[in-house]
């Protein structure tokens, strides 16, 4: 079995937990995957906490990766434009090598110019100022990650788990990227955009959750759910039942329930051999025409082409 090398760059101002997430999501992938961490000079690396880190390798690792990570900086590291020496490492970087980056990651690649006229994400918080620093780039805020073939984005912090558990799947399928979910003590799939952890007013400590009717919601998906049927089970109004669930979800009550059906269908899609409609059915879209559509707009595939790469061998 060839393993797939994935090196790891570290610069000055790394956060330390994002610089570790490759290592430990893939390095649990029984053995595919080896990740290596480098400098562009090899010496040891300055992190926003307070202390350094030493490193194996340094940029000449880069031109013996399949994959490439750039590891996040803190925001007082960003900047328009790299130095040289970031851009002689990545011109390392072999013809096909799969890029990703997580959180602010992404300055690095934009300011290289290697995201021009693709679509990409990094954490909300920074989104504004990446706009006005690279316009060229099709910025989508909204998503845990972007899959841009051979360039991956994704949000801050927890979204590097989100995206190392993406390639894990997209190279190996979903048993394996489930294991290392449950090795890692950590979801596998991640519902919902960044829009959920924007910071907003808390709920008074009164206000009853909807958290009770979303589980209840669950449990019927193959049912044709209104707002009047989830606010009657939550005995609230429509009106305070949507904007508390916005509130506690990010989403409105639709896109959730929507949400939750593709993610029922790519479940089924995976470990099943219904039929598209027999899938459609069970997860409470009218046709399988509607659920083509609804996981099309999700993550661009067809049932079919999402079937032949993740279903699980049985």
């Not at 101002?13 to 430990?24: A, D, K, N, T």
């Not at 991640?190 to 959750?209: F, H, K, L, N, T």
Request: proline share 5%; charged share 25%; glycine share 8%.
């Amino acid at each position: 079995m060839r393993r797939e090398r994935v090196v790891v760059l570290a610069l000055d101002g790394v956060y330390p937990f994002e610089l570790g997430i490759p290592s430990r999501i893939l390095g649990a992938a029984d053995g595919r995957y080896e990740v290596l961490t480098c400098s562009v000079d090899g010496r040891p690396v300055r992190t926003n906490a307070d202390f350094g880190v030493t490193v194996e390798h340094g940029r000449e690792a880069l031109a013996t990766a399949d994959t490439v990570v750039i590891a996040p900086v803190a925001p007082a590291h960003l900047a328009d434009e790299v130095s040289d020496d970031v851009l002689a490492a990545l011109a390392l970087m072999r013809p096909g090598t799969r890029i990703v980056s997580i959180c602010t990651g992404a300055f690095v690649l934009a300011a290289a110019g290697l995201l021009d006229g693709r679509r990409a994400t990094t954490h909300w918080q920074v989104a504004d100022r990446f706009r006005r620093m690279f316009p060229r780039v099709d910025l989508d805020p909204d998503v845990l990650f972007v899959d841009d073939h051979p360039f991956l984005t994704s949000a801050g912090a927890a979204s590097g788990v989100d995206i190392c558990l993406h390639i894990v799947r997209k190279d190996h399928g979903s048993r394996l990227a489930n294991s290392v979910a449950r090795r890692c003590v950590v979801p596998p799939f991640r519902d919902g955009g960044q829009a959920q952890y924007i910071e907003q007013p808390v709920p008074e400590q009164s206000a009853a959750s909807t958290a009770a009717t979303r589980a209840w919601a669950l449990e019927r998906l193959d049912e044709p759910l209104t707002l009047a049927d989830l606010s009657g089970h939550a005995r609230m109004s429509q009106r305070t039942f949507a904007r508390r669930f916005h509130d506690e979800v990010g989403l409105s009550p639709g896109r959730w329930l929507i949400q939750q059906r593709v993610v029922r269908a790519r479940h089924l899609l995976e470990s099943s051999d219904l039929t598209v409609d027999q899938i459609a059915g069970r997860v409470g879209f009218a046709t399988g025409t509607s659920l083509r559509q609804h996981l099309n707009a999700a993550i661009g595939v067809s049932p079919q082409a999402y079937r032949r790469t993740f279903q699980t061998a049985r």
